[in-house]
């Protein structure tokens, strides 16, 4: 494999990463800032590039950015709506409307389980040929993707130092409290769904364009992955502060694409995916543990190793 093979996959895997961590930008705000599991993501992400995919055919690329956008909103109130106003369980609400988008994104894509956007206009397609010419023609999805991610960082970090920001922050620290001070709970939860949502539907969005395709399966396995890539940068920046764990998420998601990337290079067969994710999680989640119960083991077992000794003295 030679040099500019190689850089060509990293720019790829780099692209995508940028597009999903959108999707880990609203995991961090509804599951590490809100506290709650939202497992609508599958849905809402190929709502996202459904809708965005049906306006630009009908002409209208940027328009497309903000109905992908108004669509996550709008599942995100229905999944707020469920736990919040009719007692249904956090988990069992993102599992309903999850469910539930499959046949509103049919419907979307006019009943058909593909959409084709190879002649039509898109925001990649616009802004590759505003580049054409320019040292930059070759990097213009990393251009978007780039822009976009930057710019939902800047606002998801001021919006949640914002006093309705720290209130949604409150709700997922401690709800009791967040209620004894006059703030009402179902609010802040509704308002951080949307949000998180929105920004699920944008990535959806953005894949789909640059993708130039919609498939109804295309959000299969995202909160898989969107959960890898959040543990992924917890993982490697740590704690800090807001924009710092952020830019974590960001770093996981391009982390996770380049393992993705690397496994497909090594003939791994494409229905073996899911089982790499799963993997990806798992370590994910052990070995920060494992690391802090290292000291504790490598104890014991130079405890175990002197008992050992002395018997056999």
Known sequence: MDLMTLLSLGQTAF??????????????LSYSMLNVCDLSTDGCFTLGAAVGAAVALAGHPWLSLGAAMLAGICSGFVVALLQTRMGVNSLLAGIIVNTALYSINIAVMGGSSLLNLNKTDTVF????????????ENAYKLIVAGAAVVLAMILLTLFLRTRLGLAIRA????????????????????VGLCAANALTGLSGCLLAQSQKAVDI?????????????????????????????????VLGAVIFRLVYTVALRL????????????????LAISVPYLRS?????????AHGRVKGGREEC
């Open 15 to 28: 692209e995508l990463g940028l597009i999903c961590s959108l999707t880990v930008l609203a995991l961090f």
């Open 125 to 136: 397609s616009i802004v590759r040929t505003a580049l054409d010419g320019t040292a930059f």
């Open 171 to 190: 709700t997922g620290d401690n709800p009791d409290m967040v209620r004894s001070s006059s703030i009402n709970p179902v609010f802040t939860t509704t």
């Open 217 to 249: 399966n295309l959000g299969t396995g995202m909160v898989t992955i969107a959960l890898a890539s959040l543990l992924i940068g917890a993982t490697v920046m740590g704690r800090g502060g807001i924009f710092k764990r952020a830019l974590g998420v």
């Open 267 to 282: 003939n791994m067969p494409a229905f073996m995916l899911k089982l790499v994710s799963s993997v990806i999680v798992v």
């Open 293 to 301: 119960r290292w000291p504790m083991l490598r104890r014991r077992m």
